[in-house]
């Protein structure tokens, strides 16, 4: 682990450093859609710059928005059929342990 500025200022120190990104993983958040409660064990809080590095398929949306907001998240398909069924999965809202919300831009 490391200090989350560390990725910045070594891009901007170290020219033979092309690209850096942040991430963190966290679990125990209970999620929200509509009436329906999930208890997600495991994700991360990533900046955009995670999506330049490593390459994920998207179902739906692009890696060019996916996380450019705070409150934009990206859910695997399992996850969107675990939270939404058969819907699509852009644009929903989901409500994270009761007061924030979060919506669903992309599914990889």
Do not use: Q, W
Not at 40 to 51: H, K, M, R, S, Y
Not at 81 to 87: D, L, Q
């Amino acid at each position: 682990m490391t200090a989350g500025p560390l990725a910045g200022y070594m891009k901007d120190n170290f020219p033979e450093i092309v690209n850096a990104t942040r991430y963190m993983p966290y679990s125990g958040s209970i999620f929200k859609y509509n009436d329906k409660l999930f208890n997600i064990e495991n994700g991360a809080f990533a900046d955009p710059f995670f999506l330049n590095m490593f390459s994920f398929g998207f179902l739906h949306g692009n890696s060019g928005s996916a996380l450019s907001d705070l409150s934009y998240i990206v859910i695997s398909e399992s996850m969107a059929r675990k939270f939404f069924g058969n819907e699509n999965p852009l644009g929903k809202t989901l409500l994270v342990d009761g007061k924030s919300p979060v919506y669903c831009i992309c599914c990889i």
